[in-house]
């Protein structure tokens, strides 16, 4: 494990991640932590929409926080949630999930353990 600090103004958004509507901000946890935890901040990509896939994520545990803005999630056996800048959610390993919607402006914080963690999409 090694230290690890961002600022603000470091790093750059990468719009080629897991979902086109997002762009990625790795803050340096991957490194860090030899793959065990990945961190990053998540922007809503300009002039794109969610796609609604149901899916799920291989993990042990992920957290999602948000900065700014609002997006509508659908859980299943949850129903749908809009989050906004204050909500934290626990998607607890294996939930099925599907963005449904997001602001412009949506900004949010991501946390997942392990960091190199597979994503499967599936039909609820």
């Known amino acids: 494990m090694a230290f ?3 600022h603000a103004n470091d790093g750059q958004f990468i719009f080629d991640g ?10 340096g946890i ?5 793959g065990a935890a ?5 922007r809503a ?4 929409h969610a796609t609604g896939e149901w899916h799920h994520h291989q993990v042990t545990l992920q957290i999602v926080y948000v900065l700014k803005g609002w997006a509508i999630f659908e859980y299943e056996g949850h129903g749908e949630h809009r989050l906004q800048a204050g909500t ?3 998607q607890p390993p294996g939930i099925r999930h599907r963005e449904i919607a997001h602001s412009e402006d ?3 914080i991501e946390i ?8 499967v999409g599936d039909q609820p």
Do not use: W
């Open 18 to 27: 897991m979902r086109k509507y997002f762009g990625y901000r790795d803050l």
């Open 106 to 108: 949506l900004e949010l």
């Open 30 to 34: 991957h490194q860090a932590t030899d």
């Open 112 to 119: 997942v353990l392990p960091g190199n963690f597979k994503t």
């Open 45 to 48: 990509r300009e002039g794109t």
């Open 4 to 6: 690890s600090i961002q």
């Open 88 to 90: 934290c959610v626990h």
């Open 38 to 42: 990945v961190m990053h901040v998540i």
